[in-house]
């Protein structure tokens, strides 16, 4: 592996310059305005994995945001890992919050500033740069398999159908996937769970019009108001979601194992600072590592009706709205979770007031084993360059499609992501470290070695 290492050193400044003009294509897959960027994003991604030593590169249409494929067969009787990220972002919004243009990434502190620095471009990124490592020293000691989506960010709707149609061409022994993150450098951990995820809208419909609210307010139910009301009864006092049958397939950790995953390295003091808040908040009676890794949760994502431009308008707003998540942990199915969040807001409506309810994606929990070859295999490549052995981690967050991996292809995935809390995916002055993104590209290959040498 020291020919792998000294090709990355050699071009790390390289590898930098391209990630900078991955990143400034703004493919925003929730805004259809930037559909063309997502057709740009997927070609240039194509054309830099056959330059990185890909045998054929393809971009494949799906229903919605196409889909990257590309591969190189080594030998049919070596090991086969398919790489799974995507090229999809967030929108920037708030956009006056940036310290740096979203899209145009700059380096600063040891840091690279832009949206996708870390998720997940930046990520993907490290695995398209080790296989081009691998390539050119004639390294590469397993298949390798590329399956690169536009629309992670909106429940990968397309994805299905892609994986169900194209079974045999995806073929593999593993599916690797770095769009997760770490404890710190200084505890390396792999993800071995995630939560699931079950996304709703609500709408609350009052009048068949805006109403002046001198006029008719106190006589005729606001949206807003009942809205807001409705919401807030969502989760009670003790931080508790109130939907009935929310908890009813919720598995409690043993004594045993809750003792065991807060043995994981985690200071509150920091945590707070780190987000300038006073006190943290969620479920009594579990700790804030627990709250946020194997106990669901229920939060709004976004709330609007009524006037919300400069000054004044006193209007009764006809309708208000709201954007609705909650993450979901081993056994809880989320569909039943959608069913039973609608059957449950319909009925907490008051008689003045309409609400429509509807699903907009979702997806099952996911838990990787420990004593998979790939695990053993990532957890040495992980010593060799970080020092020292990773933790175990569960995840609070959601990847939707790899729980459908499994279903659809039968493979397990291995999550072994580089991110940070720091990093602020999903929000204003996203970053990626130069050193995550270094030791991701130095770390990957070892994996390779590793697992193309497992039993």
């Not at 769009?179 to 009048?207: K, N, W």
């Not at 609070?396 to 580089?418: Q, T």
Request: hydrophobic fraction near 40%.
């Amino acid at each position: 592996m020291d020919k792998v290492k000294s090709y990355i050193d050699a071009n790390k400044e390289r590898f930098l310059e391209e990630l900078f003009d991955l990143l400034r294509i703004p493919s925003i897959s929730a805004q259809s305005e930037h559909k063309p960027d997502m057709v740009r994003c997927a070609e240039w991604l194509a054309a830099s994995l056959v330059k990185a030593g890909a045998d054929r590169a393809e971009v494949m249409p799906t229903d919605g945001n196409p889909v990257v494929y590309a591969e190189k067969i080594i030998s049919p009787e070596a090991k086969t890992v398919l790489v799974y990220g995507h090229y999809d972002v967030m929108p920037v919004d708030p956009r006056e919050e940036w310290r740096t243009e979203p899209f145009e990434p700059v380096v600063k502190d040891g840091r690279i500033w832009g949206r996708g620095a870390d998720d997940d471009k930046g990520q993907l990124f490290m695995h398209a740069k080790a296989f081009e490592a691998m390539c050119e020293t004639d390294s590469l000691p397993c298949n390798v398999k590329f399956m690169l989506e536009g629309e992670e960010e909106i429940g990968s709707p397309s994805l299905y159908k892609f994986c169900e149609d194209y079974k045999e061409m995806l073929k593999a022994d593993i599916i690797l996937v770095s769009d997760t993150s770490m404890i710190s450098m200084q505890t390396p951990s792999i993800t071995c769970g995630l939560r699931g995820l079950t996304y709703m809208e609500v709408e609350v419909v009052g009048p068949n019009k805006d109403l002046h609210s001198g006029l008719f307010g106190g006589a005729v139910a606001n949206p807003a108001n009942v809205l807001t009301k409705l919401v807030a009864s969502l989760v009670d006092e003790r931080g508790r979601v109130t939907i009935p049958g929310f908890y009813d397939d919720v598995r409690d950790l043993t004594p045993a194992e809750r003792e065991a995953f807060n043995e994981a390295p985690f200071n509150l003091e920091n945590y707070k600072r780190s987000l300038d808040i006073d006190d943290v908040a969620g479920e009594a009676g579990y700790t804030t590592i627990e709250r946020t890794g194997v106990r669901p949760s229920l939060d709004v994502n976004g709330i609007w009706g009524g006037y919300i431009e400069e000054g004044t308008k006193t209007v009764i707003p006809s309708r208000a709205s709201a954007k609705i998540s909650m993450r979901l942990v081993p056994n809880q199915d989320f569909e039943k979770i959608g069913e039973l969040f609608e059957k449950h807001f319909r009925a907490i409506a008051p008689a003045s007031v309409k609400v429509n309810v509807k699903y907009l994606h979702g997806g099952a929990p996911y838990v990787a084993p420990t004593d998979m070859a790939a695990y053993k295999a990532a957890e040495q490549a992980i010593v060799d360059t970080f020092g020292k052995k990773p933790l175990p981690f569960y995840s609070g967050g959601s990847i939707p499609i790899i729980s459908g991996f499994e279903r659809i292809l039968g493979i397990k995935s291995l999550l072994i992501g580089f991110g940070l809390a720091e990093d602020a995916i999903h929000s204003p002055n996203e970053s990626y470290g130069l050193e995550q993104f270094e030791k991701g590209v130095q770390t990957i290959p070892l994996f390779y070695k590793y697992f193309a040498e497992s039993k």
